[in-house]
Structures are given as structure tokens and as C-alpha cells.
Nanobody, 129 residues
Framework: QVRLVESGGGSVQAGGSLRLSCAAS??????????MGWFRQAPGKEREGVASIYSGGSGIYAESVKGRFTISKDNAKNTLYLEMNNLKPEDNAMYYC?????????????????????WGQGTQVTVSS
């Protein structure tokens, strides 16, 4: 059974930093063979793709977070991270970790929720101005 558990959310002031983690378990194949992503959803808004990464290397980012957020993947620990710097009030949202449906399916250029079949429960990020 696939399980994704996020942690690391919290409340910070604008300009501050947070590091989100997502611990994965129950994958049928090696964690390194899956595209993983971070999404966020603010109240009253649609879920938005933030970043995704395949097997190490550079990630794919939404324009709104480029240069501020960094996604990384520790394949030995089956853990996904999102380092968030220079946080802004518009980053306020519930952040979700997600896994693409199939092993070996690389991340697409666009981070689209419908490409991901497994989701964590979310962790709240609150940024005050």
C-alpha cells in the first residue's frame, strides 16, 4: 500500500524559510524510478503544481517559485524534500506530496495533478506579512 507522509509545515514571517519532507513507503518498485511532486492548494483555489523531480538531478518548477524553492529526492531514504526560501504571503497553502502513477514515467514539463495517482495528507504552510 502506497503511503506518503508530509511534515515540516508551519508558520513563518515573509522572507523566512521552511523545509518540507515527504516520507514514502509501499512502492512496488525502487523509489528512484518514480517521478515525485509537490503541489499546493490555497482556500478557494485549485490545486497547483509547485515542483517535480524524477531520479535526482534538477527539478521542474512553477514560475511562481523558481529561484526560491528547491526540490530534492533522497532515493536511499525514500524521502522527498522541498526547501522553501524567501517565502511570501502568496505561498500560504496546504502542501501535498504526490507520486506519478507508474514506475519509469518521467516528469512532464508541466506539473499536472491528473498525472499523479497517489497523494499525502498535506502539511500547512502559513506565511505572515
Amino acid at each position: 500500500q502506497v503511503r506518503l507522509v508530509e511534515s515540516g509545515g508551519g508558520s513563518v514571517q515573509a522572507g523566512g524559510s521552511l523545509r518540507l519532507s515527504c516520507a514514502a513507503s509501499g512502492f512496488a518498485y525502487s523509489y528512484s524510478t518514480y517521478c515525485m511532486g509537490w503541489f499546493r492548494q490555497a482556500p478557494g483555489k485549485e490545486r497547483e503544481g509547485v515542483a517535480s523531480i524524477y531520479s535526482g538531478g534538477s527539478g521542474i518548477y512553477a514560475e511562481s517559485v523558481k529561484g526560491r524553492f528547491t526540490i530534492s529526492k533522497d532515493n536511499a531514504k525514500n524521502t522527498l524534500y522541498l526547501e522553501m526560501n524567501n517565502l511570501k504571503p502568496e505561498d500560504n497553502a496546504m502542501y501535498y506530496c504526490a507520486r506519478r502513477r507508474f514506475s519509469g514515467s518521467r516528469c512532464s514539463v508541466r506539473i499536472v495533478a491528473s498525472d499523479f495517482g497517489y497523494w499525502g495528507q498535506g502539511t500547512q504552510v502559513t506565511v505572515s506579512s
